[in-house]
T-cell receptor, first 110, second 114 residues
C-alpha cells in the first residue's frame, strides 16, 4: 500500500534558524511528489512538484529536494510568516488522486 | 485568473440530514477532486471527476457521492449525516489531461454535524 510519512510532526524555530522537513514515501513507481503549504482554516496552497530523484526546486526561502526514498523541504532563515503546516503528497496508482502525509506544523517565532 | 471557489464556506447540520457542497474549478480545468480533512486522519481522497465522469474513488461509504456538470463545476452530497462527518471538505481542480496532475485547492467548506 502506498504511504507517505512526514517528520517531525511539529517544529518550532527561531527567526533565522534554518532547518529541514522530511517526507518519506513507499510507492511503486513514483510519478511525482508535491509539496503544499496550509494555513489554519484555509485550503492547501501548491508549492512544488518534483518529478525525479536529484531534482531541486526553490521558492523564496524554501528549497525542495527529492531522492529515491524521500523528499526534503529546506527552510533557510525562516520568518514568522513561514509558520504553517507543510504537506507532501504523491499520486496514487491511477494518477488522479493524491495521497497525503499528515504534515509538519512549523512555528517560527521572532 | 480566479482560483477554486467553494460554497458554502461553513455549514452546521444535524445528524441524519443530508448536505450538498459546491465547487467551481479554475477556468479551463476539467478535473475536480474532493478531499476530506480531519485532525485525526488528515487529508483523504473522496473522488475525482473529469468531463462529467467519475474516474477515481476513495474508500468512503456510499453516503458520499458527487457529480460534475458540463461546465466542470462539481457538487458532492453526503446523505444521512453522522457526527464523524464533521470535517473540512476540500475541492481541488487540475487540467486533468497530463499525469501527474498538479491540483489547486479551494478554501474548503467547514461542515459541523451536531
Amino acid at each position: 500500500e502506498d504511504q507517505v510519512t512526514q517528520s517531525p510532526e511539529a517544529l518550532r524555530l527561531q527567526e533565522g534558524e534554518s532547518s529541514s522537513l522530511n517526507c518519506s514515501y513507499t510507492v511503486s513507481g513514483l510519478r511525482g511528489l508535491f509539496w503544499y503549504r496550509q494555513d489554519p482554516g484555509k485550503g492547501p496552497e501548491f508549492l512544488f512538484t518534483l518529478y525525479s530523484a536529484g531534482e531541486e526546486k526553490e521558492k523564496e526561502r524554501l528549497k525542495a529536494t527529492l531522492t529515491k526514498k524521500e523528499s526534503f523541504l529546506h527552510i533557510t532563515a525562516p520568518k514568522p510568516e513561514d509558520s504553517a503546516t507543510y504537506l507532501c503528497a504523491v499520486p496514487d496508482q491511477a494518477g488522479t488522486a493524491l495521497i497525503f502525509g499528515k504534515g509538519t506544523t512549523l512555528s517560527v517565532s521572532s | 485568473k480566479a482560483g477554486v471557489t467553494q460554497t458554502p464556506r461553513y455549514l452546521i447540520k444535524t445528524r441524519g440530514q443530508q448536505v450538498t457542497l459546491s465547487c467551481s474549478p479554475i477556468s479551463g480545468h476539467r478535473s475536480v477532486s474532493w478531499y476530506q480533512q480531519t485532525p485525526g486522519q488528515g487529508l483523504q481522497f473522496l473522488f475525482e471527476y473529469f468531463s462529467e465522469t467519475q474516474r477515481n474513488k476513495g474508500n468512503f461509504p456510499g453516503r458520499f457521492s458527487g457529480r460534475q456538470f458540463s461546465n466542470s463545476r462539481s457538487e458532492m452530497n453526503v446523505s444521512t449525516l453522522e457526527l464523524g462527518d464533521s470535517a473540512l471538505y476540500l475541492c481541488a481542480s487540475s487540467l486533468g489531461t497530463v499525469s501527474p496532475y498538479e491540483q489547486y485547492f479551494g478554501p474548503g467548506t467547514r461542515l459541523t454535524v451536531t
